[in-house]
């Protein structure tokens, strides 16, 4: 009896692990189970970076038709809010990097600001997921912590178990198939005249098939100087070339793939 009582007053189980502790123990499992198909991506990601042309796009266009068809939805860095508990398509099967980090998916910025010096749009949960699967992950400098907290706001409170939690998340990672990589070839840093742009070449790489099927050019820039969508409330002039970018690239995507 005194032992149970001293384990309940711990917080500790029967072989002397905390609930923390447990946790943390299961979710590094999890890690462990889901490691080797993220460097299969990790290794798909580089070689499609190296597959990249030096040369600029000139026609928007795709090699072939593809499938499953690419649908690419914007990575809300703010909140992080999955737009469906339990299916993976809502959030789309492609993720975004730019060329010069996706090679090395650790070097790419979290939560991208104006303080950067040049443009770029925050990762989604493929490089999220290489991120702690990988050498700065826990299994290594752990750069990249995952805790019992790791992920729970996108969720709102849904999944409250930590390790359920961390599966969904890291499924979610792995369900996206195609990854855009964008080269930055135009970029004037938002002024107060409102003559900020970014432009881009985009190149769609297949992370199965290992090619490089579709190509195009996408446009970001400040709402208030072309008008946003309805509804929208403008942000910073970085926050609204990084979203109107992606918008771009979405809208551009969609009619290549769905004649």
Not at 82 to 87: E, V
Not at 184 to 195: N, S
Request: aromatic share 10%.
């Amino acid at each position: 009896m005194a032992v149970l009582a001293a384990m309940l007053f711990t917080g500790c189980d029967a072989g002397g692990q905390s609930e923390p502790q447990r946790i943390d123990g299961s979710m590094r499992e999890v890690l462990k189970e889901y490691q080797p198909r993220f460097e299969q991506r990790r290794a798909a990601l580089a070689a499609a970076v190296a597959k990249v042309p030096k040369k600029g796009v000139g026609k928007a266009s795709c090699a072939r038709t593809l499938d499953p068809r690419p649908e690419f939805i914007w990575f809300d860095h703010t909140s992080r809010v999955l737009d469906s508990y339990n299916s993976p398509d809502k959030g789309g099967n492609v993720d975004i990097a730019a060329t010069i980090e996706a090679g090395a998916p650790e070097r790419i910025v979290d939560n991208p600001g104006s303080t950067l010096s040049r443009f770029a749009v925050p990762p989604g949960w493929l490089v999220r997921g290489l991120w702690i699967t990988g050498l700065q992950g826990p299994f290594g400098t752990n750069e990249f912590k995952v805790t019992s907290q790791y992920g729970y706001e996108p969720y709102l409170g849904v999944e409250k178990d930590p390790v359920q939690r961390l599966r969904k998340i890291l499924d979610l990672g792995l369900h996206k198939r195609y990854m855009l990589l964008y080269r930055v070839t135009t970029f004037t840093f938002p002024d107060a005249e409102g003559r900020d742009i970014v432009r881009a070449d985009v190149f769609l790489a297949d992370l199965e098939k290992g090619d490089l099927p579709c190509q195009l050019v996408a446009d970001g820039h400040r709402y208030d100087t072309r008008g946003g969508p309805v509804g929208w409330v403008s942000l910073t002039p970085y926050e609204d070339m990084q979203i109107t970018f992606q918008i771009d690239i979405s809208d551009k995507l969609r009619s290549l793939t769905r004649p």
